[in-house]
């Protein structure tokens, strides 16, 4: 492959809690041509976290190639423009470092070839871009796992305020029944409940597996399905959206709980679906926003020069 032709590549990063995964997208049509991830359970510290992420550049990329840049969909809150971490409830080692200027200098890029964006909105701009929200004019993306993490969008571009928009476009702490929308919908909030009932503590996935046999593991669902409904309802609906995509880790037990859901949203004009690309969804998106953001500054991807690299290449070395 010519510089020419690699500089249409991008490595894409997906920071979550517990694992970190990395792709390499193509950027004409968003494909992810490579895909890995690794744990996050054996870094402690900021170095070893830079550390994590250029290897997995490295492996994505086949060894030493000419990137247009990359990508990370981060967890909030996150200073996106500054690539600083204000986050203290996890991942502390991260908090209030300069991970822009670490990855620009270990990965031998300018600062404007690397872009930050929420992992939510990473969700929905990829579900947007090549998913189940594609052609939609409002839209919602709700990623459910350990938390709920929420997206708004007005033709095609996510929002954070405005009419019927939730402070910062975040729903997981709003007020709801006698706590938090998180304190209903999550993967925490089921897997207690079911322990509640049952005395067993059970994973997701495993929960899920049981629910044709096992009265508890249904209940558990339908309660969650009619959470979700009425957050819809009383918390999404007045932003109007067309369609509201659920992501997240809860995705792939969809079919116990969106059919439920979407009885509480019938007459609300909202299509509820799954996400399309699962785990794609950030790494596609986090790549469609890198592509946009750069058309819209009217730039092309310059790499900063490194010993060794002929300033005549174009794109970003991985060397």
Request: charge should be neutral.
């Amino acid at each position: 492959m010519n510089s020419l032709e690699s500089s249409r590549l991008l490595l894409a990063l997906d920071i979550g809690g517990s694992h970190v995964s990395a792709a390499l997208c193509v950027l004409d049509d968003l494909r992810v041509i490579h895909l890995t991830n690794a744990p996050l359970g054996g870094v402690s510290s900021f170095d070893g976290f830079v550390d994590l992420l250029y290897l997995l550049g490295r492996e994505v990329a086949g060894g030493p190639r000419h990137l247009a840049g990359a990508a990370l969909a981060v967890p909030g809150p996150f200073d996106c423009i500054a690539g600083v971490s204000l986050m203290k409830h996890k991942l502390d080692w991260l908090y209030g470092k300069d991970l822009r200027g670490a990855l620009t200098a270990r990965f031998g890029w300018a600062s404007g070839q690397l872009r930050f964006l929420n992992d939510a909105a990473a969700f929905l701009t990829g579900e947007l871009a090549a998913g189940s929200a594609r052609g939609a004019n409002r839209a919602v993306g709700l990623t459910i796992g350990t938390g709920i993490g929420s997206a708004f969008a007005i033709q095609g571009q996510c929002v954070t305020e405005g009419r019927s928009v939730p402070p910062s476009g975040e729903i997981w702490n709003f007020p709801y029944g006698d706590g938090t929308v998180e304190d209903l919908i999550s993967t925490r909030a089921l897997k207690a409940e079911y322990a509640a009932r049952t005395g067993k503590s059970m994973e997701v996935k495993a929960i899920a597996e049981t629910v044709t046999f096992d009265p508890d593991a249904r209940r558990v669902f339908e309660r969650l399905g009619n959470n979700l409904g009425q957050v819809i309802r009383d918390v999404i609906a007045p932003f109007h959206p067309e369609v509201v995509v659920v992501g997240g880790g809860m995705a792939r037990s969809a079919r116990l709980f969106l059919p439920i859901a979407q009885k509480h949203i019938e007459c609300e004009g909202i299509h509820l679906v799954p996400s399309r690309l699962l785990e794609q969804a950030q790494l596609i998106g986090a790549a469609a926003y890198w592509r946009d953001r750069q058309a819209s500054a009217g730039t092309a991807p310059a790499a900063r020069p490194k010993p060794g690299v002929s300033q005549g290449t174009e794109g970003a070395s991985m060397m």
